[in-house]
């Protein structure tokens, strides 16, 4: 059955992969599952027909015969029960794997999202520059339990993972902010999620769209 996911006709970042559709093309390429992409504008987005996919209105979302599916986390989760390769063969390492992948989108993204929102849209308020430090303070919190947890370790439970794959996404929009240098380990890690060939290819499929003439 054909896969078709959505993402965003340009992305707000121009390719950088931060886009959450990157991380479900990593994990179709992970599996070696082909997949198609539907491309929307913001617009679209808000439109009926969309929103009968997305109720909220965001990419990406999941369709597959007649399944819709929204939000990455329930997407890979999806994507990783149906296909070898993302998920331990062993129950209690399953559920860990699984563990992982909350922990990236409930636990280590919001504060990394409040620092992006922070600077990308408070930076001309008056009390921006004194409330910033404050925001990255709440990031450095979790980023160093989680490189305390993950030591000197390749991945977080074993095996790559897709609890890897979705801590790695969430970890790289901390790039540009300089934050992730101060963990040398999460940095050499999204750096090892960045090598995997699966990723490359997903990387470069979001570039090839933002990068498109016209
Ligand atoms: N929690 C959702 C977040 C989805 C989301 O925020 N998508 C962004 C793109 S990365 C979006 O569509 N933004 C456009 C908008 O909110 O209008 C998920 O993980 O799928």
Not at 29 to 58: C, D, I, N, T, W
Not at 172 to 178: A, E, F, V
Request: charged letters at 25%.
């Amino acid at each position: 059955m054909t896969i078709t996911i959505t993402a965003f006709e340009r992305s707000p970042d121009r390719g950088m992969g931060l886009a959450r559709d990157t991380r479900v093309r990593w994990a179709l390429e992970e599996v070696g599952q082909p997949y198609e992409v539907r491309l929307v504008s913001f617009a679209a987005m808000k439109e009926p027909a969309h929103l009968k996919l997305h109720p909220f209105g965001k990419i990406p979302t999941y369709e597959e015969g007649d399944l819709v599916l929204f939000e990455t986390g329930s997407i890979i989760l999806h994507i990783a029960e149906h296909h070898p390769g993302l998920l331990p063969n062993d129950a209690n390492a399953r559920a860990r794997a699984i563990t992982w992948m909350f922990a990236a989108l409930n636990t280590v993204e919001p504060p990394i999202l409040e620092l992006a929102n922070a600077k990308l849209l408070e930076s001309d308020k008056p009390w921006s520059k004194e409330r910033l430090p404050l925001v990255a303070d709440r990031v450095r919190g979790p980023l160093k339990q989680l490189s305390a947890r993950l030591g000197e370790a390749d991945w977080l439970e074993g095996a790559f993972s897709a609890g890897d794959l979705m801590m790695v996404h969430v970890l790289q929009r901390l790039k540009p902010s300089g934050l992730l240098n101060e963990f040398p380990s999460l940095a050499a890690y999204v750096a090892r999620g960045e090598a995997r060939p699966a990723y490359k290819r997903a990387f470069a499929a979001q570039l090839e769209v933002n990068t498109r003439k016209g």
